[in-house]
């Protein structure tokens, strides 16, 4: 299993994984990176190079998630780098998925009911993610954030659990927008441009998939010690 190292060239590892030139842009780490190093590259981005190497080695091997390591950091970096995703999907995966669904309804010159069936698919899907983001951005991160400001917790209060929402739903709509498209779909579309419809939602699955582990296996668990922490103290 091949893992990135801090003294690895930053553009070696986009030359052996161009997926992941969304993940370190999440980073506000952009083109340019000579011929730095990956610690050399997180330094002058105020980046803490452990955390941007344990996030980027897990979106490149599907069998690597150190969640000790990831543990070991702050939920704050967690939430800064699960921000900056969400980010991502509403500000360049969602608008780019629509454009292309757009075009390909476009490009349909029979009645094309089974694309108008995906389009509806795919706007429900969409209205469920981003009610799943709104959630996040609106109570589980401002809550996160005020009870490590704050260092205290009722000990009435069901903590992170009263926040947490199951991921399942939105991964198994996605999954079943991908087999509607696969099985379904009539041959009356532009082939380009479903292909690359396709292309992105398997893209989109797996980040999806990450960015869930990273919440439920890592942010969670963080946030319960510091609950635990804050109730034995009060």
């Known amino acids: 299993m091949e893992i990135f190292n801090p003294g690895d060239k930053l553009v070696s590892l986009i030359r052996k994984n161009y997926n ?3 993940v370190i842009n999440r980073f506000g780490i952009r083109l340019g990176f000579k011929d730095k190093s990956i610690d050399e590259i997180c330094i002058e981005h105020n980046t803490n190079t452990a955390f941007f190497l344990a996030i980027v080695n897990t979106y490149h091997n599907e069998n690597y998630f150190p969640e000790q390591k990831l543990l070991s950091f702050s939920p704050l970096e ?3 780098y699960l921000k900056s995703t969400h980010e991502y999907y509403l500000r360049q995966v969602i608008p780019a998925l629509e454009d292309i669904l757009t075009q390909l309804l476009e490009s349909c010159s029979e009645p094309c009911d089974d694309l108008k069936l995906i389009e509806k698919f795919y706007q429900s899907y969409k209205d469920e993610l981003i ?26 209060h069901p903590g992170i659990h009263a926040f947490e929402k199951e991921h399942s739903n939105v991964e ?30 398997f893209k ?26 804050y109730r034995s103290e009060g």
């Open 204 to 229: 989109f699955e797996k980040d999806i998939i990450d960015h869930a582990r990273i919440e439920d296996k890592i942010l969670v668990p963080m946030v319960q010690v510091f609950e635990n922490k």
């Open 78 to 80: 967690i939430i800064a």
């Open 131 to 156: 009610h799943h983001i709104k959630e996040e951005e609106e109570i589980v991160f401002p809550y996160v954030e005020e009870l490590l400001q704050s260092k205290k917790i009722s000990d009435t």
């Open 20 to 22: 992941l030139l969304p």
């Open 172 to 201: 198994i709509k996605l999954n079943d927008l991908k087999n509607l498209m696969l099985k379904y779909i009539n041959p009356t579309y532009d082939q380009m441009l479903c292909n690359e419809f396709l292309s992105l939602l």
